[in-house]
Protein backbone atom coordinates (compact mmCIF):
# COMPACT_ATOMS: atom_id res chain seq x y z
CA UNK A 1 0.00 0.00 0.00
CA UNK A 2 1.31 3.23 -1.23
CA UNK A 3 1.42 6.38 1.04
CA UNK A 4 -0.01 9.71 -0.07
CA UNK A 5 3.65 10.84 -0.79
CA UNK A 6 4.79 7.71 -2.74
CA UNK A 7 5.06 7.88 -6.80
CA UNK A 8 2.45 6.00 -8.65
CA UNK A 9 4.24 3.16 -10.81
CA UNK A 10 2.16 4.41 -13.89
CA UNK A 11 -0.73 6.59 -15.22
CA UNK A 12 -3.84 5.03 -13.93
CA UNK A 13 -7.07 4.58 -16.12
CA UNK A 14 -9.46 2.71 -14.26
CA UNK A 15 -9.75 4.45 -10.50
CA UNK A 16 -11.88 2.96 -7.71
CA UNK A 17 -12.18 5.48 -4.46
CA UNK A 18 -12.70 4.07 -1.37
CA UNK A 19 -13.95 5.44 2.21
CA UNK A 20 -16.70 5.48 4.80
CA UNK A 21 -19.85 7.74 3.68
CA UNK A 22 -18.78 11.22 4.23
CA UNK A 23 -15.17 10.93 3.80
CA UNK A 24 -15.43 12.57 0.18
CA UNK A 25 -15.49 10.00 -1.87
CA UNK A 26 -17.42 11.25 -4.51
CA UNK A 27 -15.73 14.73 -4.29
CA UNK A 28 -12.24 13.04 -4.76
CA UNK A 29 -13.14 10.88 -7.58
CA UNK A 30 -14.74 14.18 -9.37
CA UNK A 31 -11.25 15.72 -8.93
CA UNK A 32 -9.51 12.67 -10.00
CA UNK A 33 -11.10 12.24 -13.11
CA UNK A 34 -10.84 16.02 -14.00
CA UNK A 35 -7.30 15.65 -13.33
CA UNK A 36 -6.52 12.30 -15.71
CA UNK A 37 -9.39 13.43 -17.89
CA UNK A 38 -11.25 10.23 -17.68
CA UNK A 39 -15.15 9.79 -16.96
CA UNK A 40 -16.38 9.71 -13.45
CA UNK A 41 -19.54 7.83 -12.98
CA UNK A 42 -21.01 8.79 -9.75
CA UNK A 43 -22.02 5.54 -9.10
CA UNK A 44 -25.15 6.19 -6.35
CA UNK A 45 -26.64 7.79 -9.78
CA UNK A 46 -26.64 4.34 -10.74
CA UNK A 47 -27.58 2.06 -7.84
CA UNK A 48 -30.81 4.77 -6.35
CA UNK A 49 -33.71 4.58 -8.27
CA UNK A 50 -36.96 6.24 -7.11
CA UNK A 51 -38.31 6.07 -4.17
CA UNK A 52 -34.40 4.68 -2.93
CA UNK A 53 -35.12 1.76 -4.70
CA UNK A 54 -32.38 -0.33 -6.81
CA UNK A 55 -32.14 0.44 -10.05
CA UNK A 56 -32.81 -3.03 -12.15
CA UNK A 57 -30.56 -1.67 -14.42
CA UNK A 58 -27.57 -1.17 -12.20
CA UNK A 59 -26.02 -4.33 -12.66
CA UNK A 60 -25.49 -3.78 -16.34
CA UNK A 61 -24.93 -0.06 -16.00
CA UNK A 62 -21.52 -1.30 -13.54
CA UNK A 63 -20.65 -3.73 -16.35
CA UNK A 64 -21.06 -1.37 -19.30
CA UNK A 65 -19.45 1.34 -17.71
CA UNK A 66 -16.38 -0.43 -15.98
CA UNK A 67 -15.74 -2.52 -19.59
CA UNK A 68 -14.26 0.95 -21.21
CA UNK A 69 -10.92 2.15 -21.17
CA UNK A 70 -10.83 4.41 -18.67
CA UNK A 71 -13.15 5.76 -15.61
CA UNK A 72 -13.34 6.62 -11.86
CA UNK A 73 -15.95 6.02 -9.60
CA UNK A 74 -16.39 5.23 -5.85
CA UNK A 75 -16.06 2.01 -4.78
CA UNK A 76 -19.06 0.79 -3.08
CA UNK A 77 -22.21 -1.64 -3.09
CA UNK A 78 -21.77 -5.69 -2.70
CA UNK A 79 -21.87 -6.15 -6.07
CA UNK A 80 -19.50 -3.52 -7.52
CA UNK A 81 -16.98 -3.54 -5.32
CA UNK A 82 -15.44 -7.13 -6.70
CA UNK A 83 -16.06 -5.73 -10.03
CA UNK A 84 -14.29 -2.55 -9.55
CA UNK A 85 -11.58 -4.26 -7.91
CA UNK A 86 -11.00 -6.63 -10.66
CA UNK A 87 -11.15 -4.01 -13.06
CA UNK A 88 -9.22 -0.82 -11.49
CA UNK A 89 -5.68 -0.73 -11.92
CA UNK A 90 -5.83 2.08 -9.06
CA UNK A 91 -7.79 2.00 -5.87
CA UNK A 92 -7.70 5.19 -3.30
CA UNK A 93 -8.60 4.56 0.39
CA UNK A 94 -9.62 7.95 2.01
CA UNK A 95 -9.42 7.69 5.49
CA UNK A 96 -9.63 10.44 7.30
CA UNK A 97 -9.95 10.96 11.17
CA UNK A 98 -13.73 9.74 11.79
CA UNK A 99 -14.73 12.67 13.88
CA UNK A 100 -13.93 14.74 10.91
CA UNK A 101 -16.15 12.54 8.49
CA UNK A 102 -18.97 12.54 11.18
CA UNK A 103 -19.37 15.79 11.33
CA UNK A 104 -18.93 16.16 7.25
CA UNK A 105 -21.95 13.38 6.99
CA UNK A 106 -24.11 14.95 9.29
CA UNK A 107 -23.61 18.56 7.81
CA UNK A 108 -24.11 16.99 4.45
CA UNK A 109 -27.61 15.49 5.70
CA UNK A 110 -28.47 18.21 7.23
CA UNK A 111 -28.31 20.64 4.11
CA UNK A 112 -29.35 19.08 1.85
CA UNK A 113 -32.49 18.20 4.08
CA UNK A 114 -33.00 21.74 5.05
CA UNK A 115 -32.67 22.49 1.14
CA UNK A 116 -34.58 19.60 0.12
CA UNK A 117 -31.74 18.91 -2.28
CA UNK A 118 -32.52 16.32 -5.13
CA UNK A 119 -29.81 13.62 -5.02
CA UNK A 120 -30.35 10.91 -7.31
CA UNK A 121 -33.58 9.81 -9.55
CA UNK A 122 -35.93 12.18 -7.90
CA UNK A 123 -34.90 11.39 -4.37
CA UNK A 124 -34.13 14.04 -1.34
CA UNK A 125 -32.74 12.95 2.26
CA UNK A 126 -35.35 12.13 4.14
CA UNK A 127 -37.25 13.90 7.54
CA UNK A 128 -34.48 14.43 9.85
CA UNK A 129 -36.72 12.36 12.61
CA UNK A 130 -35.51 9.03 10.50
CA UNK A 131 -31.98 9.51 12.33
CA UNK A 132 -33.93 7.26 15.65
CA UNK A 133 -36.27 5.28 13.42
CA UNK A 134 -34.57 3.79 10.25
CA UNK A 135 -31.27 1.65 10.41
CA UNK A 136 -30.19 2.50 6.79
CA UNK A 137 -30.19 6.32 7.64
CA UNK A 138 -26.50 7.69 5.82
CA UNK A 139 -25.70 9.07 9.39
CA UNK A 140 -26.17 5.66 11.29
CA UNK A 141 -25.01 3.46 8.40
CA UNK A 142 -21.41 5.96 8.16
CA UNK A 143 -21.18 5.41 11.94
CA UNK A 144 -21.94 1.45 11.67
CA UNK A 145 -19.86 0.95 8.72
CA UNK A 146 -17.07 3.34 9.44
CA UNK A 147 -14.26 0.20 10.30
CA UNK A 148 -15.36 -2.12 7.40
CA UNK A 149 -12.79 -0.88 5.52
CA UNK A 150 -10.02 -1.69 7.72
CA UNK A 151 -10.84 -5.01 6.98
CA UNK A 152 -11.92 -4.84 3.31
CA UNK A 153 -8.98 -2.89 2.41
CA UNK A 154 -5.56 -5.73 3.47
CA UNK A 155 -8.39 -8.04 1.71
CA UNK A 156 -8.09 -6.51 -1.71
CA UNK A 157 -4.68 -6.13 -1.06
CA UNK A 158 -4.15 -9.92 -0.62
CA UNK A 159 -6.39 -11.21 -3.57
CA UNK A 160 -4.94 -8.16 -6.15
CA UNK A 161 -1.38 -7.68 -5.06
CA UNK A 162 -0.57 -5.75 -8.47
CA UNK A 163 -3.33 -3.66 -8.01
CA UNK A 164 -2.18 -0.29 -6.69
CA UNK A 165 -3.67 1.00 -3.36
CA UNK A 166 -2.74 4.34 -1.83
CA UNK A 167 -4.24 5.50 1.91
CA UNK A 168 -5.06 8.76 2.31
CA UNK A 169 -4.84 9.35 5.57
CA UNK A 170 -6.06 13.03 6.06
CA UNK A 171 -7.83 15.55 3.67
CA UNK A 172 -4.55 17.69 3.96
CA UNK A 173 -2.41 14.78 1.76
CA UNK A 174 -5.39 15.42 -0.67
CA UNK A 175 -3.99 18.43 -2.38
CA UNK A 176 -0.91 17.61 -2.90
CA UNK A 177 -1.13 13.74 -3.59
CA UNK A 178 -3.51 14.93 -6.72
CA UNK A 179 -0.94 18.18 -7.47
CA UNK A 180 2.26 16.53 -7.10
CA UNK A 181 1.81 12.49 -8.07
CA UNK A 182 -1.36 11.92 -9.93
CA UNK A 183 -1.30 15.71 -12.00
CA UNK A 184 2.56 15.09 -13.79
CA UNK A 185 1.24 11.29 -15.04
CA UNK A 186 -1.75 13.46 -17.21
Known sequence: MLTATAPLPRRPHRVAVAGVSGSGKSSLSRRIAEVLDLPYTEIDGLFHGADWTKRPEFEADVEAFTAAPGWV????????????????????WLDPPYP????????????????????????????????????????????????LYDERIPVVAAQRPDLTIV???????????LREIVQPLA
Open 100 to 147: MVLQRVVRRTLRRRLRRQELWNGNQEPPLRTFFTDDEHIVRWSIRTRH
Open 73 to 92: TEWQYDFARPLLVERADLLV
Open 167 to 177: RLGSTREVDPW
